[in-house]
């Protein structure tokens, strides 16, 4: 017999329940209040979708769940698939009411072509963390991963590192592989609790992810 | 998928050790530090690995190359060859806490017959320096954990693992 005096219900009445230590007889539900409390035992991917988001034509994508204030690590996934503009990040200390667009971004990046010329270096100070750089056709899109550090602590800046593989092309016919890293910080100490990706001009279309990475 | 193996977090120390980390659970891991902060020195950080006993391999056995990007100046190339240690980890100038951002892909450590092969990627400090590297351990052996040193005086450190596992 079930007994459900406890918080979960299951038998025994009062055994401590915890990630690899779970006792007693669940049901399903059960089993599903222990997950969202992180007691369950079993295997768990650490890299938890915050959100995605497919968009087209769109001036700016504006990342705004709360739990982006649940991990001190995220990792941002963005497909560009057009543009002849150059995607950007911005972060918001505000859940996104407003996003910091002064001169707090400070990046680095170097940008490399199979198109002969040689491997370029970009450094800046300026409103949005560094250009993602750009996708040049509809089928010779942009792929973008970005780490970044430490949005939840109010006594770090928050950190980022980017790489991309896209294309390059100058004639519109001839199209070269095109890679870029780079990597830059915000000089804003805060909790920042939302993401903006956004052109430096025009509009966005594409895909992009944001994940979380649990730390227990 | 990623799994979580183990955070540690210390602070005011020259070093942070990670032992039975690496095990045969799983072929690949992920390495991440958000803090290398509050030194009391400037200094540039390295990292050794542990062998299947735990002691810290100090011979001169590691590889590697990479590139130092920075907001203030030029980008320098360097590399290391038959090092004691890996090179271009954490940076910090002193008395300073930014937070940082590392990410390091370990492969296939546990396995004895291979040498380890490492890249890491890395935003330091408040000066906006990066790190993009990749190494070799070139003497085939298990390895089952890691050492951050500083090289000079004392930083507070983290250190999160996890495991890179196939569904």
């Keep these: ?216 | 998928m990623l799994e979580f193996i183990k955070k540690v977090s210390n602070t005011s120390v020259s070093s942070l050790v990670m032992s039975n980390i690496f095990s045969a659970d799983y072929d690949d891991y992920l390495i991440q530090q958000t803090a290398y902060d509050d030194a009391s020195s400037t200094n540039d950080g390295t990292m050794r690995l542990l062998d299947s006993g735990g002691t810290v391999i100090t011979a001169s056995e590691y590889y590697y190359a990479g590139e130092n990007t920075r907001t203030y100046n030029n980008f320098s190339e360097s590399n290391g060859v038959g090092e004691t240690s890996f090179g271009y980890f954490g940076f910090q100038d002193s008395s300073t806490t930014t937070g940082v951002g590392m990410s390091m892909y370990v492969f296939k450590p546990h396995e004895s017959s291979l040498f380890t092969k490492c890249i890491w990627q890395a935003q330091m400090g408040g000066g906006g320096q990066g790190r993009w590297y990749g190494g070799s351990h070139q003497v085939a052996e298990t390895i089952t954990g890691i050492q951050f040193d500083t090289g000079s005086g004392t930083v507070d450190i983290d250190c999160i693992v996890y495991g890179i596992k196939g569904l």
């Design chain 1, 1 to 216: 017999m079930v007994d459900k005096s406890n918080t979960y219900g299951f038998v025994p009445s009062s055994p401590t329940q915890a990630r690899g230590s779970n006792t007693g007889i669940f049901e399903v539900n059960d089993i599903t209040d222990l997950l969202l409390d992180e007691k369950w035992s079993g295997e768990f991917d650490a890299l938890e979708l915050i959100e995605t988001r497919t968009f087209s034509s769109q001036s700016t994508i504006n990342f705004t769940t709360s739990s982006i204030t649940d991990y001190d690590v995220h990792f941002f996934t963005f497909n560009h698939t057009f543009g002849g503009n150059t995607p950007a990040l911005r972060v918001s200390s505000d859940g996104g009411t407003s996003y910091l667009s002064t001169n707090e971004y400070d990046w680095n990046y170097r940008t490399m072509s199979r198109d002969g010329s040689s491997g370029t270096q970009y450094r800046d100070n300026g409103t949005y963390f560094m250009p993602l750089s750009r996708s040049v056709s509809a089928d010779h899109g942009l792929g973008s991963n970005v780490w970044i550090y430490n949005m939840n602590d109010s006594y770090k800046y928050t950190q980022f590192t980017i790489q991309s593989s896209g294309t390059s092309t100058s004639d519109g016919v001839n199209y070269y592989s095109r890679t870029f890293f780079g990597n830059g910080f915000v000089e804003d100490k805060a909790v920042h609790n939302a993401l903006q990706l956004l052109p430096n001009t025009g509009t966005l279309s594409g895909t992009a992810s944001l994940y979380g990475l649990k730390q227990n």
